[in-house]
Nanobody, 125 residues
Framework: QVQLVESGGGLVHAGGSLRLSCAAS????????MGWFRQAPGKERESVAA????????YYADSVKGRFTISKDNAKNTVYLQMNSLKPEDTAVYYC??????????????????WGQGTQVTVSS
């Protein structure tokens, strides 16, 4: 059974940092890309960043470029999202997801087969 388990969310002041983790299990993800999405209350789920397990590809939404960094630890089957210079508008539930290669643009949530349960990030002003 595939599981994506996010952790690391919490409450932080504006300008602060958080690191989210996504532990993946239940299948081989070597031919997958991993993405982070977020959904704020009353808004649609949006892409934040993506990375291929095999390397050589990363994607960032314009709103987080220069502030967020996606990375992976193949040995731990874990993907990270380092979030710096956080803003109140970054407040959302953050989701980890997995998309098979060739499923389309990794910024599109429809490309993803598997999703985690989400972790809340709240940035106070």
């Amino acid at each position: 059974q595939v599981q994506l388990v996010e952790s690391g969310g919490g409450l932080v002041h504006a300008g602060g940092s958080l690191r989210l983790s996504c532990a993946a299990s239940g299948r081989t993800f070597s031919n997958y890309a991993m993405g982070w999405f977020r959904q704020a209350p009353g808004k649609e789920r949006e892409s934040v960043a993506a990375i291929r397990w095999s390397g050589g590809y990363t994607y960032y939404a314009d709103s987080v470029k220069g502030r967020f960094t996606i990375s992976k630890d193949n040995a731990k089957n874990t993907v990270y999202l380092q979030m710096n210079s956080l803003k109140p508008e970054d407040t959302a539930v953050y989701y980890c997801a997995a998309a098979p290669y060739g499923s389309g643009w990794y910024g599109n949530l429809n490309a993803y087969d598997y999703w985690g349960q989400g972790t809340q990030v709240t940035v106070s002003s």
